[in-house]
């Protein structure tokens, strides 16, 4: 049966997983790349971003599972771009170029609806204005067969965790203290929810834990 | 030089070093002994219980650095006892029974005076109730050419590392999820508080972090 994951979730060591101060010249926040830092020596992730090379070790099987098997995609606004409140102009269309590493149908929450936007390679950008199960709801019937990913950022995910949509979640935990962002876990019973952590890996740059829903 | 040290300090993967309602029955909090999962099957622990056997891998490595080259140790009220508010008898002497794990000085911080206790093996427990500054200033000049350690629990730990007192803290982060206790990082600027992972190691049952502040 198709699930709905959260995977290749990075996280510091005292649970932030971006930085303060989103900008347009910090997309992860101010010190938020560091989180990353697993995920860009890996084969995986030079692939997508056209290099040769790359490390082929623990960190690269998680990381190269974190974007298989998804038939579609949520995201938060905040992870589609910088802009708040309503759109001024179309121009913005995402932070990843023509050709993002989506290649499939990807909703973005938002408050201010918008025509969707067919990109190169596959994804299509849908703006889903009424609420987050809605979004999860179109998000599985174009899925189909596949698995639904909710891309993130940290609010995206917390919202989807409270209401219980999220089978399993991958979080790399990055050996890195960030002191401020984005915090994950803060208020959040994942124990309550019915998260326990059902795998456990030393990979070379990060702590990978699979969290499963009992 | 001396340092001031935490060290074998165990936290979830959700940042909670200990469970919630610490009590008699659970002197680390509800579920509070699954972040010490690391701990108990190691060489180190089981000697100190009188046991034989153990584990000798990196957790055992960094479990027995977490006890030794101390020369006098600093611990909060409730991680000497479940009791609160003045001491209605001088009959409570710790979790540990007769001989503690300690075998040095040993402050324990209070709002209530008591006379010090002399236990077997050389721990000497001293209440302190003018604050954590006269706490450490009695524990160094106990240690003499020997560290301090801050033994917990973690408002201590915390109180000690907002005055930047600490120099090194060891963090076992355990792979499992508590979602309620007492939170280590929440509100906690260990960047800005000079703090970074120096050392990251991959244990059998935790991943080891160490941090130094700059």
Redesign the interface.
Known sequence: MPQVRVAGFSVS???YAAGPEQSLEHPLGK?GHEIFAWYFPTKTFRTMQGQAGGTEGVDDQYGARSMQGFGAFILGRNMFGPIRGPWTNEDWKGWWGGNPPYHAPTFVLTNHPRDPIVMEGGTVFHFVADGIRSALDQARAAAGDLDVKIGGGVATVRQYLEIGAVDEMH?A?S??????GE????G??????G???TR?A?GERA?H?V?TRQ
């Open positions: 060591a005292d649970g010190r979080l935990m050996p890195v203290v960030l002191g401020r915090a994950l876990f803060a959040l019973d994942l124990s309550a929810l998260y326990a952590v456990s030393a702590t834990l969290l």
